[in-house]
């Protein structure tokens, strides 16, 4: 079965998925949509994707920019066995009506409520309790951070608890609207909405987080204090555990990665797509052990880290491969992740 796919909203995410799913051999994208005769919307159709108008937008204003026009959001989703909403935050929720109506499965980004589907999603963490399912929500790029290293963790070595900071970066690099752009930004909210996000993809893990927006736009960083049920004898066991994953990649001392500088940089000249970085980034000099207390920095690519759990979630609903492991081992070779 080749599963088709709309995606609505071709931003920061949704040209990212559509990218990733166009390289997928069960998967199919049959159109994209925008709401403006953007820069983008003029590349999707050089991507050779059908692109079809969405929201407030006019088609008369895609013509006029020379932009043609495939049909109405409705058009796009008739010929779709599934639609992934990447459209800004509230407006996912606000889609839904339109999904219900059409009977169409859909797949929603974390900004917005866990309510909107029936699963919040993380490849490592709960696949197969997605097979089949209707209604889907691929958490934040925060909450994937953390659900793939808990997941991980848990299954290994168990968490007795978890303590994470976030240090968030203030925008996206497109976003110059946004800020701060000096300042350091505690979020009062305490703790954050990040823990009980987790708690939507693995249930019962003891987290709790704080976070901080900070000027920049090059990644997010989470300094995480972890204490194990079972630790291991030496750091190194876990160092190996995450090494084995391709969903994280590990930096030595010798690397010469100091911080997300130096990652993005890495990012770029490895040549993956747009320098997107999918995989959690660890420092090994930066994960240390002291009695059953693991303590770890991460770094998390916002506008990417989301991407393949989109296109495992496709396969999980539609049981493509029942097995998170298969389906994750097609995903990471299409998109190159964990290509060193
Ligand atoms: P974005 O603003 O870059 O892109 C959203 C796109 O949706 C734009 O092209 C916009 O024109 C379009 N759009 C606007 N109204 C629409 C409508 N009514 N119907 C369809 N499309 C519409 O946003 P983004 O950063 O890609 O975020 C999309 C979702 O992904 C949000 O839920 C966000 O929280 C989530 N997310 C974002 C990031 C990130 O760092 N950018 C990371 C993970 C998850």
Redesign the pocket.
């Known amino acids: 079965m080749v599963v088709k796919v709309a995606v609505?909203?071709?931003?920061?995410?949704?040209k990212r998925v559509a990218d990733a799913v166009a390289r997928q051999k069960d998967m199919k994208i049959v159109g994209v949509?925008?709401?403006?005769p953007?820069f983008?919307a003029r590349q999707a159709v050089e991507r050779g994707y059908a692109v079809y108008v969405?929201?407030?937008?006019a088609r008369s204003e895609f013509e006029a920019a020379g932009i043609p026009v495939a049909g109405t959001?409705e058009e796009m989703i008739q010929g779709a066995d599934v639609v992934v909403?990447?459209?800004?935050?509230k407006?996912?929720t606000?889609?839904k009506e339109l999904y219900d109506r059409l009977g169409v499965r859909a797949i929603?980004?974390?900004?917005?409520k866990a309510a909107v589907a029936e699963h919040s999603f993380n490849a490592l963490a709960n696949y197969s309790e997605c097979l089949g399912a209707k209604r889907v929500r691929?958490v934040?790029?925060n909450t994937?951070g953390l659900s793939r290293a808990a997941s991980l963790l848990q299954r290994n070595f168990g968490v007795r608890e978890w303590e994470a900071t976030l240090v968030r970066?203030a925008a996206?690099p497109?976003e110059s609207g946004k800020g701060p752009i000096n300042g350091i930004l505690p979020t009062m909210k305490l703790p954050s909405h990040h823990g009980p996000d987790v708690q939507t993809v693995l249930p019962g893990l003891p987290i709790t987080t704080a976070a901080v927006v900070v000027p920049t736009t090059l990644m997010h960083v989470h300094f995480n204090h972890v204490r194990l049920e079972h630790p291991p004898a030496d750091v190194s066991e876990i160092l190996a555990r995450f090494s084995r994953e391709p969903r994280f990649v590990l930096f030595p001392g010798s690397s010469g990665v100091e911080g997300t500088p130096q990652v993005m940089e890495w990012a770029k000249d490895r040549g993956a797509g747009r320098g997107d970085v999918m995989e959690n980034v660890l420092w090994e000099e930066g994960t240390k052990m002291k009695g059953q207390d693991l303590y770890f920095f991460q770094a998390i690519h916002?506008?990417s880290?989301?991407v393949p759990e989109n296109v495992d979630a496709i396969r999980a609903m539609f049981s493509l491969e029942t097995d998170a492991e298969r389906s994750m081992k097609l995903t990471n070779e299409s998109l190159h992740i964990g290509a060193k």
């Open positions: 609505n909203g071709y931003g920061t995410i949704g949509s925008k709401t403006r953007t983008e969405a929201g407030k937008g959001v909403d990447c459209s800004p935050e407006v996912g606000a889609n929603w980004q974390g900004g917005e691929v934040s790029c994937t970066r996206d497109r916002q506008e880290i989301v």
